[in-house]
């Protein structure tokens, strides 16, 4: 788990709780990147310039961890918030001894990134599977689709509950990653598959939802495109709608 700027290495643990509650009783280790004496600077250029450094460091780690202690990469997944999203894209870029199953981006920083410099930002091939969650599209976050499944609560832009505020929508995607892991066999973030980005604006995706859910385990072998999804105001924050 990376987190992002003017963060620390507690900001992921809503990710960790819903891990080791949800009641599956899967095994995990989880582990948190402390990287803020960079991402703590209060200038957020001098943060920005470090996520390739950083993600190169934790490039190293991860070979380290499948040399020495026999890591699967298959079971290998990295979560971003924000800056950190980078981070885990730059991660992803330079590991050696194997391709990384999974990176969850929450709500990839957009400031001072180019959605045509792929290498020089969290993508698509960064990882087997890479998902974004995009909570605050066009401000603090990237609008374009950078995961090869991206997801849309409520359009994309900002979130129900937030009034405008937005680190708040920023923020919110970790939120809602966290009550889906958290209710992972009876996760209701369904979400409706659209063809473009204008029509999932609109949520004119034909209706329909889908078997793709936000956080579902499953997600590596099944979705792929623009996903839009509706959420409640406040927890829980998923619903089933009609759209």
């Not at 950078?146 to 923020?171: R, T, V, W």
């Amino acid at each position: 788990m990376i987190h992002g700027w003017m963060s620390g290495y507690g900001a992921g643990w809503s990710i960790r709780e819903a891990l080791l509650l949800n009641g599956t009783n899967r095994q995990y280790n989880f582990i948190s990147v402390d990287w803020s004496v960079y991402a703590r600077s209060k200038f957020y250029i001098s943060s920005q310039r470090k996520c390739s450094k950083v993600g190169k460091i934790v490039a190293e780690f991860i070979d380290w961890l499948h040399d020495e202690t026999n890591l699967s990469f298959d079971s290998l997944a990295i979560y971003g918030s924000s800056l950190g999203a980078h981070v885990a894209g730059f991660a992803g870029k330079n590991v050696k001894r194997g391709k990384v199953q999974t990176i969850v981006g929450f709500d990839p920083a957009m400031p001072l990134f180019r959605y045509d410099q792929r290498e020089k930002r969290l993508c698509s091939s960064d990882a087997v599977y890479v998902e974004t969650i995009q909570t605050n599209g066009g401000f603090l976050g990237f609008f374009e689709p950078i995961g090869k499944a991206a997801f849309y609560p409520n359009g994309g832009k900002s979130q129900p509950g937030c009034d405008g505020y937005f680190f708040c929508s920023h923020g919110r995607s970790l939120e809602y990653f966290a009550e889906a892991l958290l209710q992972e066999k009876n996760n209701r973030f369904f979400a409706v598959e659209c063809s473009d980005l204008e029509s999932m604006q609109n949520a004119a995706c034909g209706g329909r939802k889908t078997r793709v859910r936000l956080g579902d385990p499953n997600n590596v072998k099944k979705a792929k495109g623009i996903y839009y999804l509706p959420t409640n105001s406040q927890p829980p924050y998923s619903i089933i709608k009609t759209l």
